[in-house]
T-cell receptor, first 114, second 116 residues
Framework: AQSVTQLGSHVSVSEGALVLLRCNYS??????LFWYVQYPNQGLQLLLK??????LVKGINGFEAEFKKSETSFHLTKPSAHMSDAAEYFC????????????FGAGTRLAVHP | EAGVAQSPRYKIIEKRQSVAFWCNPI?????LYWYQQILGQGPKLLIQ????????DSQLPKDRFSAERLKGVDSTLKIQPAKLEDSAVYLC??????????????FGSGTRLTVV
């Protein structure tokens, strides 16, 4: 079975500061890992994904995440926050070879202040 | 390519009424999912279809929720009768394959249901 824990339901940063959103996963089989972003009143948009190739994954809008098997983590980072990054971010896991069932974390709401 | 289409965007109903949501996936996507997202929580899978067959409906409250995907294309999710705790955003998603999880999903914009 798979599960995801996102540490911190709310994160607040200043514009230009580093963004770090934490995600830890649990999986009995090799996982695929995803970060999605959700803007108000919209669906979820894929930011990036780890599918067992490079452990450092680059996504859209300057975001990246690093898969660390020893720490069972997949934290999302961005060097410099923009006001437009304010949104809710969800980490998700699915099982390689499984039925493509995405399990989501509870989400982290990112606020960006001028 | 066109995205996942959902309607309506918003719906307000009284408890014990019925409601239906519609979803049209991306053309060629065999797998379709319905998720429920309660305010402040992550999305929770309700039901997963492969073509017109159900793969997983273990989290679907079958006493009041039903879903179908006739002809393996668009899908309808119904709630009858609705309860206050059904207030949520209902997200539809589709993906290319059933057994390869590397692609992730494409989500629609969702239907926000408010039960009063």
């Amino acid at each position: 079975a798979q599960s995801v824990t996102q540490l911190g339901s709310h994160v607040s940063v200043s514009e230009g500061a580093l963004v770090l959103l934490r995600c830890n996963y649990s999986s009995s089989v090799p996982p695929y890992l995803f970060w999605y972003v959700q803007y108000p009143n919209q669906g979820l948009q894929l930011l990036l994904k780890y599918t067992s190739a490079a452990t450092l994954v680059k996504g859209i809008n300057g975001f990246e995440a690093e898969f660390k098997k020893s720490e069972t983590s997949f934290h999302l980072t961005k060097p410099s926050a923009h006001m437009s990054d304010a949104a809710e971010y969800f980490c998700a896991v699915s099982a390689a070879g499984g039925y493509n069932k995405l399990i989501f974390g509870a989400g982290t709401r990112l606020a960006v202040h001028p | 390519e066109a995205g996942v289409a959902q309607s309506p965007r918003y719906k307000i109903i009284e408890k014990r009424q019925s409601v239906a949501f519609w979803c049209n996936p991306i053309s060629g996507h065999a797998t379709l999912y319905w998720y429920q997202q309660i305010l402040g929580q992550g999305p929770k899978l309700l039901i997963q279809f492969q073509n017109n067959g159900v793969v997983d409906d273990s989290q679907l409250p079958k006493d009041r929720f039903s879903a179908e995907r006739l002809k393996g294309v668009d899908s309808t999710l119904k709630i009858q009768p609705a309860k206050l705790e059904d207030s949520a955003v209902y997200l539809c998603a589709s993906s290319l394959g059933l057994t390869d999880g590397r692609y992730g999903y494409t989500f629609g914009s969702g239907t926000r249901l408010t039960v009063v």
